[in-house]
C-alpha cells in the first residue's frame, strides 16, 4: 500500500465498520458470537447487547482460539469471530490450528483498518500488504475472501450465515473514529450470562 | 528412560482420570512426557485432540469450550508456561475453570542449560498469575492428584496446574536426544 492510499484508509475510504457488523448480525438467528479486545467489542455492543456476544477486554489473540473451542463444543451451532487485524494478529498461529480442526461452524471475521485504533493509530502489518484472508487460504481454510465493497460484504454475509468453514473474511473498513458504545466488562458475568443463555440454566 | 523407577502407568492413569472427569478437548505442544497421554487421548473416540503452535492458545479453546458446555485440558511443558502468562489473565477476569498438566523441564537432572531458567520458575510464574499448582512427584500418585485438580477446576471453578516432576519422566540426556 503506498502512503497516500494509507491516507485514505485513515481519512475513510473503506467500508464503514459499524455497518458491516450490523449486517453481519442482523439476521443473527441463535448465532454465537465471540468479539475480539477493541473496537470490534464496542462496534457489536453498538449492535445491541446480547447474551450470547462473548467480549474480551482483554487476553489480546484470543479471539479466535475461543471461538475454536465454543465451535468444537457446539457443533451444531454456528460460531462467528469479530476481531480485529491487530488482534488476529497476534494470534496467527492460531490460524494453523483452526485449519487443522476444520470447525465447519466457525467463521472469523476481521475487521481490517491496518490500524492499531485503541493505542493511537499505529498501524499494523496489514498497511503493508500482510494479507491476513492469503495466510489463512495457505493454512488451509476452504473459504476466504477479502471485503472492499458492498457487493463482498454482502457475500460474506451469506457465508457466514451457512457456507462450510472454517471460513475467513478481511474486511477493509475506514480507520475513521467512531463513537463508544461499550458491553457489559464485567467478564464472570458476561460468561455466565452467556452459558445460561445457550445451556440453560442453572448449569453444573 | 533412565532415572527413578515408574512403578505406576503413570500416563495411563493420568488419561483415565481425565476421562472420568468428562474431559472432552484435549489440547497440546507436545513434550516427550506428554507423548503417551497424547497418543491414549487420539486414539480415544470421545475426545478432541487439538495441537497448538504455541500454548496460550490452549487457555482461549479451553474458555471457549466452557463457554460451549464442555471441558477442556491442556497439556504443554513447563518453557510453554512463559508463552500463558497474558492470556492467563482471561480465566480470572471471567471466573473460568481451567485444567493444564505440564511435564517439567530445567528441574530434575536437567541437562539443557536453555531449559532451566522457565523451568526453574513456572510454577511460581503461574501461581502468581491465580493458577493454583497440583505438584506431582510420586508416579503412583498421578491418577488421584489429575483427579483432584479436574474436581478443584471443574466442580470448585479454579485454574489448576499439575506440574509432573521430570522425575517421572525420566531425565533426558544428551545420548538419547538432544531436544
Known sequence: ?204 | MSGAAAPADWPADIFHALKAANIRIVSYVPDAGHAKLIRLCEADPEIRTVPLTTEEEGIGLAAGAWLGGERAALLMQSSGVGNCINTLSLLESCRLPFLMLVTRRGEWAEFNPWQVPMGQRAMAAVDLMGVTVYPLTEAASAGETVAAAARLAFDGGAPVAVFISQRLIGAKSFAEDAA
Open chain 1, 1 to 204: 500500500m503506498t502512503a497516500a492510499m494509507a491516507t485514505a484508509m485513515a481519512s475513510g475510504v473503506g467500508l464503514d465498520r459499524r455497518k458491516v457488523v450490523a449486517e453481519l448480525l442482523a439476521n443473527r438467528g441463535d448465532l454465537l458470537v465471540v468479539a475480539g479486545l477493541g473496537s470490534p467489542v464496542w462496534d457489536c455492543a453498538a449492535v445491541g447487547d446480547h447474551p450470547l456476544n462473548f467480549y474480551l477486554w482483554g487476553a489480546m489473540g484470543s479471539a479466535i482460539t475461543i471461538g475454536l473451542g465454543l465451535a468444537l463444543a457446539q457443533p451444531k451451532r454456528r460460531v462467528l469471530v469479530i476481531t480485529g487485524d491487530g488482534e488476529m494478529l497476534m494470534g496467527l498461529g492460531a490460524l494453523a490450528t483452526v485449519a487443522v480442526q476444520k470447525p465447519e461452524n466457525l467463521a472469523v471475521v476481521v475487521l481490517d483498518n491496518e490500524h492499531y485504533a485503541e493505542t493511537g493509530m499505529q498501524k499494523t502489518h496489514t498497511a503493508f500488504g500482510v494479507d491476513i484472508a492469503a495466510i489463512a487460504k495457505a493454512a488451509g481454510f476452504p473459504a476466504t475472501m477479502t471485503v472492499k465493497d458492498e457487493s463482498g460484504l454482502a457475500r460474506l454475509c451469506q457465508q457466514v450465515g451457512g457456507a462450510p468453514g472454517p471460513i475467513l473474511g478481511q474486511v477493509k473498513i475506514s480507520a475513521a473514529h467512531v463513537p463508544l458504545v461499550l458491553p457489559p466488562r464485567d467478564g464472570a458475568y458476561v460468561k455466565s450470562r452467556f452459558r445460561d443463555a445457550l445451556l440453560g440454566a442453572p448449569n453444573p
